[in-house]
């Protein structure tokens, strides 16, 4: 059972993917582009190379846990992916990752140029390692 974490942005698209036995983030990647059926197609090209069986789809709420703009862009999204790949689709809950994900690329001594690069690599990576550590506790794994 492999899991797919994705940070759905405006520009940049991160994803990390678990490895076989969903219980450590391994591959991660950026997709570039700010078209949403482009970034859909790339994740459906992704899931059937690394044969995906759920996603975890970043949902930005604000601090205080409502819900804006962009939080509601990625529930669309979640539908959609539901749509074209009939895997399940997990919202989570995604506060912080990218800043998270940027101080442990600045304490790796990553510029501000190549934190933008792998940054939202990194922030997917964050969020999947969260949800596998979730299923473990829960012993859903």
């Known amino acids: 059972m492999k899991i797919m974490a994705i940070d759905y942005g405006d520009a ?12 450590l983030a391994g591959f991660t990647t950026v997709i570039h582009s700010r078209k949403e059926d482009a970034v859909i197609n790339e994740i459906c090209r992704l899931i059937a190379e690394h044969g995906v069986t759920e996603l975890v789809l970043g949902y930005p709420k604000n601090m205080d846990g409502t819900l804006g703009p962009r939080a509601e862009k990625c529930a669309a999204l979640a539908e959609t992916l539901r749509e074209a790949t009939s895997l399940p689709v997990t919202l989570w809950d995604e506060r912080r990752s990218t800043v998270e994900a940027h101080n442990i690329l600045f304490e790796n001594g990553k510029n501000a140029k190549k934190r933008k690069k792998i940054v939202d690599a990194v922030a997917a990576s964050l969020m999947l390692e969260g949800y596998l550590t979730r299923r473990k506790l829960e012993g859903t794994t």
């Not at 994803?15 to 219980?23: E, N, R, Y």
């Open 12 to 23: 940049h698209t991160g994803i990390a993917i678990s490895d076989f036995t969903g219980t």
